[in-house]
């Protein structure tokens, strides 16, 4: 009998919760409910090596031209995919989305580039890239594309170029983000130096974060080079800041031998920095009694907030209190 009656008040139970959902869903429907904002937006399409083969392998780069923040992939199964909420300040209807892909292996010379404009109606925009061979096209590139490095760092990058035909005169600026990289200088490559040259490393403002007016020219006339080389070499110095900095180039121009432009094509580049935690104060990726050493050498001194790493609580102090934030994040 009791077997019974618990079966009888399992169903009982079952049909009384099947009538609060149905009921729900009907309100629901009923009260016209907006349908919850999708949170993901996606930049999706296929990727070839001319027309047919797909560019497995090949490196892609999208970037919000609004903001110059970037994203990655690779192309897999002939396609790429992401996601526009991946980026750190997200996106807004109309901005430009930028994709830039760069072959490799045996494609390592071919290249490809197309953009869309965000449109938010959308839960996906398909982007599709043809990547070409370079053969007929000079290309001028920051090397490398993409670099990783960790806070309060030294670091170089390269301009690079690749010339179709004869050049005899190259001039860019570049721009970044001086919240998380300064520049400390930028010398002559080797791209000319087979000839007479004049090389204007340009004016570096580490305050709107830009070179300008960088230039490499021949002096001899009708001479030219045609093989591949470096125009400038860039060293900067990374903040203990999180974030990706873009390394775009601006104002390119290239000309032959007769002064005549030279089409490109252009490759930007950008630098994601993976800041040390305060405590940290030698950059081991440990917190131990070496940190606590560093303290020690600098006990009682005082200055400005946050005036050296070892002021670890930015109190301007250097004392028990720095030492006690040390301790909580001890690793040994």
Known sequence: MWKKRLMSLVI?????????????????????????DPQFHYIVGSATYGDTTSADGAQVTVINERTSEVLYDVVESGGYEVDLFDLPSLFEDGD??????????????????????????????????????LGGVTLIEVIPSSLIIEGETSFTISINVTP??????????????????????????????????????????????????VFNVILSPHNGVSTP??????????????GTSPINLTNVMIGNPSALPVEYILINGSVSIIPYPPW??????????????????????????????EDVNCDGTINILDMVLVGQHWTG
């Open 164 to 213: 179709h035909k004869s050049i005899a005169g190259v001039q860019m600026e570049l721009i970044f983000n001086p919240n998380l990289i300064l520049v400390d200088s930028i010398l002559e490559g080797d791209l000319f130096q087979d000839y007479s040259n004049y090389f204007n490393p340009g004016i570096i403002d580490n305050s709107n974060g830009s070179i300008k007016n």
């Open 96 to 133: 430009t989305i930028t994709v830039q892909m760069k072959g490799t292996g045996s494609y390592s010379s071919w290249t490809g580039l197309n953009a869309t404009i965000v449109d938010t109606a959308f839960v996906a925009q398909i982007v599709d890239v043809h990547l070409t061979e």
């Open 280 to 309: 940290d104060l030698n950059k081991d990726n440990r917190t131990n009694i070496l940190d606590l050493i560093l303290i020690a050498q600098h006990w009682g001194e005082t200055g400005d907030s946050c005036w050296i790493p």
């Open 229 to 242: 080389g470096t125009f400038a070499t860039i060293r900067l110095q990374s903040k203990n800041i999180e």
């Open 12 to 36: 009982t139970a079952v049909l009384v919760l099947a009538s609060i959902l149905i009921v729900g869903i009907h309100n629901s429907l009923v009260k016209g409910d907006p349908p919850v």
